[in-house]
């Protein structure tokens, strides 16, 4: 059964600072996604990463796709308040379903 | 553009009782996906409806059946409800098995009491 796992779980930090969530996966996938959730709301699609090496940017969010190490990484530059929220990565399990990630939840500081 | 409507946003049940929670997917998709999303986790699997038809199913158990119509909108459907069962419920839409993803509702939040 494929697994994704994120780290870190949980992350505070400044305003201005830089930062990189990482998302593993267990079994070859190739697709993968990046989510944003606020709190109580529903999923606001990122990104769709689609082949090894791929990299998308909009804004201060960078989402790369490495399918040989199976990692994803979400990296956050010069971070502002509004950016805080819950990201999740997901990657295509089989045929039509994602296996999401455990989520990790951003607070940024001001 | 309407996206993916679901109903109710919000409803409360007691242990036992049975819900239906609906969703109608965005303009010019044919498949309706759902996912079930407890407190602090991230969403899982129930299944997905393609043609009318259940296409794949995650770890639930039968208490969860849905239904697709000819106008691809979709219901799911809880038996006996448990505590458990409370959770976000999302409803994703997309077209065929394309790469560009889903799209998703803005949730029913169940509570079961």
């Known amino acids: 059964e494929l697994k994704v796992e994120q780290n870190p779980l949980f992350l505070s930090m400044q305003e201005g600072k830089n930062y990189t969530i990482y998302c593993n996966y267990s079994?070859?996938?190739?697709?993968l996604y990046w989510y944003r959730q606020d709190p109580g709301k529903s999923l606001e699609s990122l990104f769709v990463l689609l082949s090894n090496g791929a990299v998308k940017q909009e804004g201060r969010l960078m989402a790369s796709l490495d399918t040989k190490a199976r990692l994803s990484t979400l990296h956050i530059t010069a971070a502002v308040h509004d950016l805080s929220a819950t990201y999740f990565c997901?990657?295509?399990?089989?045929?039509?379903?994602?296996?999401f990630g455990t989520g990790t939840r951003l607070k940024v500081l001001a | 553009d309407a996206g993916v409507t679901q109903s109710p946003t919000h409803l409360i049940k007691t242990r036992g009782q049975q819900v239906t929670l609906r969703c109608s997917p965005k303009?010019?998709?044919?498949?309706v996906s759902w996912y079930q999303q407890a407190l602090g986790q991230g969403p899982q699997f129930i299944f997905q409806y393609y043609e009318e038809e259940e296409r794949q199913r995650g770890n639930f158990p039968d208490r969860f059946s849905g239904h697709q119509f000819p106008n691809y909108s979709s219901e799911l459907n809880v038996n006996a409800l448990l505590l458990g069962d409370s959770a976000l419920y999302l409803c994703?839409?997309?077209?065929?098995?394309?790469?560009?993803?889903?799209?998703f509702g803005s949730g029913t939040r169940l509570t079961v009491v």
């Open positions: 994703a839409s997309s077209q065929g098995q394309g790469p560009i993803g889903y799209t």
């Open positions: 997901a990657v295509v399990g089989g045929t039509y379903k994602y296996i």
């Open positions: 079994t070859t996938s190739d697709r």
């Open positions: 303009s010019g998709h044919d498949t």
